[in-house]
């Protein structure tokens, strides 16, 4: 089970990935509001290194629209426990 965990002042946002299911929470309540809208910015976001678009409703998209610029004055923290997946990388290029 992967974990993403995004808090603000006035909100809990949780990632739950179990057995290759993901589930987006807003204060403890699943949210597919939530979820579909992350997907979204995930899909229309530039790349990552340039070249990386991790595909939708992954942890990965997850952990990148949570920190790029469509959140990144929300997120006081972020915290992740497990594998979200790594982004394809040698010698600091990323693919």
């Known amino acids: 089970m992967s974990k ?11 990632v739950l ?3 290759g299911e993901v589930k987006v929470y807003v204060n403890g309540v ?3 509001e939530w979820q ?7 899909a229309t976001s530039p790349p990552i290194g340039g070249t990386f678009y991790p595909e ?21 923290s972020l915290k992740v426990e497990g594998d ?3 982004i394809p ?4 290029c990323i693919y």
Not at 89 to 92: A, I, P
């Open 17 to 19: 990935e179990d057995n």
């Open 56 to 76: 939708p409703g992954t942890m990965l998209a997850y952990y990148f629209v949570l920190t790029n610029s469509y959140f990144s004055e929300w997120v006081e």
């Open 30 to 32: 699943e949210s597919e």
């Open 84 to 86: 979200i997946g790594k």
């Open 4 to 14: 993403i965990v995004a808090e603000s002042d006035d909100m809990i946002l949780t």
């Open 89 to 92: 990388c040698e010698d600091g």
């Open 36 to 42: 579909d809208m992350m997907d979204e910015i995930a």
